[in-house]
């Protein structure tokens, strides 16, 4: 079992950056694909990026290419997501998830992911 806790977030203008970090428990923490996804209010929520094992693998949505990277330490069990070029569409609650799967995958639904932390939410101002 993993848990996962959330930190980094807060109120930014819009064109700066925030860095959401993501400390994760747990042994195996090299075997889950991690990911985060956020929501924001009146909306579903939706993917954002994530990352394989091992981190040979990396997807980001489209609406956040090219502005937000995401990366992970195994040897610290955290996982980061870097957001640059932010915009008030990216205000809302941001969860780090777990998932089991094979070594390469990505998925990007949240019904596949399997741990989830309370979120941290981030809001860009005009």
């Known amino acids: 079992q993993v848990q996962v806790v959330e930190s980094g977030g807060g109120l930014v203008q819009a064109g700066g950056s925030l860095r959401l970090s993501c400390a994760a428990s747990?042994?195996?923490?090299?075997?889950?694909?991690m990911g985060w996804f956020r929501q924001a209010p009146g909306k579903e929520r939706e993917f954002v990026a994530g990352?394989?094992?091992?981190?040979?693998?990396?997807y980001e949505t489209d609406s956040v290419k090219g502005r937000f990277t995401i990366s992970r330490d195994n040897a610290k069990s955290t996982v980061y997501l870097q957001m640059n070029s932010l915009k008030p569409e990216d205000t809302g609650v941001y969860f780090c998830?777990?998932?089991?799967?094979?070594?390469?995958?990505?998925?990007?639904?949240?019904?596949?992911?399997?741990?989830w932390g309370q979120g941290t939410q981030v809001t860009v101002s005009s």
């Open positions: 990352i394989s094992w091992s981190g040979p693998t990396t």
């Open positions: 998830a777990a998932a089991r799967g094979t070594a390469w995958s990505v998925p990007v639904s949240s019904v596949e992911y399997d741990y």
């Open positions: 747990g042994r195996t923490f090299n075997r889950y694909i």
